[in-house]
């Protein structure tokens, strides 16, 4: 102990003080926070049946099964990438009117524009849309308006509004209360605080929001063709139906390819816009 407070004593004052907001940081409360976090932790383990052995040794038959998807098979190319246009379209399509429907709901979803009694509600339709998948949507749709892309794109349009309304809202959230209150000093409706205060701050955001979105709903819009709603899944569904792993790897390999196309292009459309 004398060691300790020699050794103690013998630092700087700027060493001394450092040290002593490191142990303020580690409290009972933390403490007891990374040991729930633990907790939970062992208990996903054990619920998800994680078994990484088995994986390593069954290695041989996941090998063997790859192999049978080379060389790729592109004789149906055109076909394919006439599908992987209207798999685009639907991208576009479900992005544009989910972003369109997400700006007046992420202001009546956030704490900073609204009372609670209009902020709770919005925000529980937000998470129902959020927790459905869009191959449920899909399933819906298809009922309702046939088979075809109309119906992937009704399934992307409303999962992703619960999403992109989601992530809206919390930019909202976090803007600069003075620009607000500026123009609402003059004497403008909420409506005027909104178009002039709030969504010059948010925009930047917003966009990099629903850009991303875009390429996730293209890759998104790949797997609604299993159950019917158009684009590169029917195809992909069919080839795996078949057997025909050789063309579906020809398509894996084209949606690769057009994912980082879009990547590409949303970069270069982010730096110009944002």
Not at 87 to 109: E, K, R, Y
Not at 140 to 145: K, L
Not at 148 to 174: D, M, Q
Request: hydrophobic share 50%.
């Amino acid at each position: 102990m004398r060691s300790q407070n020699k050794l103690i004593s013998n630092l700087s004052p700027s060493v001394v003080a450092m040290l002593d907001q490191e142990a303020k940081l580690v409290n009972t409360k933390k403490v007891l926070f990374l040991l729930v976090i633990a907790a939970v932790l062992i208990f996903a383990y054990n619920q998800s049946e994680l078994n990484f052995l088995v994986l390593l040794q069954r290695g041989d038959n996941m090998t063997e099964y790859t192999r049978s998807y080379f060389p790729p098979d592109f004789s149906d190319w055109r076909y394919y990438f006439s599908e992987t246009l209207i798999t685009i379209s639907m991208g576009i399509w479900g992005t544009l009117m989910a972003a369109i429907a997400a700006v007046p709901l992420s202001i009546l979803a956030s704490n900073n524009m609204c009372p609670v009694w209009v902020v709770q509600p919005t925000r529980r339709v937000l998470d129902a849309m959020r927790a459905i998948n869009e191959i449920v949507f899909a399933l819906i749709f298809v009922v309702a308006v046939g088979l075809g892309p109309f119906a992937g794109v009704l399934a992307l349009f409303v999962h992703t509004t619960g999403i992109l309304g989601k992530l809206f809202s919390e930019a909202v959230e976090s803007i600069e209360s003075g620009p607000v209150e500026g123009i609402r000093a003059t004497g403008a409706s909420h409506i005027q605080e909104v178009i002039y205060g709030v969504i010059p701050q948010v925009m930047p955001l917003w966009t990099s929001f629903t850009l991303y979105r875009f390429e996730s709903n293209v890759r998104s819009a790949s797997v609604l063709g299993i159950v019917g709603a158009g684009g590169i899944g029917v195809s992909l569904y069919q080839s795996f139906g078949s057997f025909e792993y050789q063309k579906v790897c020809a398509i894996l390999i084209i949606l690769v390819v057009t994912t980082g196309v879009i990547d590409l292009l949303s970069a270069k459309v982010r730096e110009w816009l944002v």
